[in-house]
């Protein structure tokens, strides 16, 4: 049977082993990312591509941003003038006046006058 002291040193020691594993994988990766580095720097040289030539391909120009388009009413309230574009949710106003028996139609607003 293994003692506390026993189980504590093996934690110690994998803790440690830990670390260097850690510690050499940086490495590691260091080195390559050096060597792609230098790797893109001679493809770089060979083809006459500078950094700036790198941040200007391949990108569109941003538009600017666009107000969002308003949409016209639809429907019209006459006892307030409340309006609803038929879009989304039905409007309180509305869906009262078609729990009275009235229908969708009746709101429509005339665009034919304009």
Do not use: C
């Amino acid at each position: 049977m293994t003692t506390l002291q026993e189980l504590i040193a093996q934690k110690d020691a994998l803790l440690r082993q830990q670390q260097e594993i850690a510690k050499s994988i940086a490495e590691f990766q260091s080195a390559q990312r050096a060597g792609v580095i230098n790797e893109i720097k001679t493809l770089m040289a060979q083809h006459g591509i500078s950094v700036t030539d790198l941040a200007s391909t391949g990108r569109k120009a941003s538009s600017p941003e666009k107000e969002p388009s308003k949409v016209a009413a639809k429907y019209r309230d006459p006892a307030t003038g409340s309006t609803w574009t038929g879009r989304g949710l039905k409007p309180r106003w509305l869906v009262a006046a078609l729990e009275t028996g009235r229908t969708q139609d009746e709101f429509l607003i005339d665009t034919s006058a304009a």
